[in-house]
Nanobody, 116 residues
Framework: QVQLVETGGDLVQPGGSLRISCAAS????????VGWHRQAPGKERELVAR???????NYADSVKGRFTISRENAKKMVYLQMNSLQPEDTATYYC??????????WGQGTQVTVST
């Protein structure tokens, strides 16, 4: 079974940048569509970004142009590069793996806080 561990969350000032990472183990990583969700207290879970096994990407409108998702299959890693961070980006970020056509497995999450 695939296991996911997110790292890299931090406190960052508005306008700053941060890259968070997701390390996968188990499974045939290259075969999976993967991505990132985020959730802040009192808010719905939001799909942030997705990348397919073929490299096609999708982004939420709220982050389009600021965030970039990427993957390195040989390292079983997924990354989310976040630029021009805003307080509204504050959330716990979870990477996920799609099984049976939808997000099914999540890591423990990493906290991103954007504040002065």
């Amino acid at each position: 079974q695939v296991q996911l561990v997110e790292t890299g969350g931090d406190l960052v000032q508005p306008g700053g940048s941060l890259r968070i990472s997701c390390a996968a183990s188990g499974g045939i990583f290259s075969a999976y569509n993967v991505g990132w969700h985020r959730q802040a207290p009192g808010k719905e879970r939001e799909l942030v970004a997705r990348i397919t096994s073929g490299g096609t990407t999708n982004y939420a409108d709220s982050v389009k142009g600021r965030f970039t998702i990427s993957r390195e299959n040989a390292k079983k890693m997924v990354y989310l590069q976040m630029n021009s961070l805003q307080p509204e980006d504050t959330a716990t970020y979870y990477c996920y793996v799609e099984l049976f056509g939808r997000p099914s497995l999540w890591g423990q999450g990493t906290q991103v806080t954007v504040s002065t």
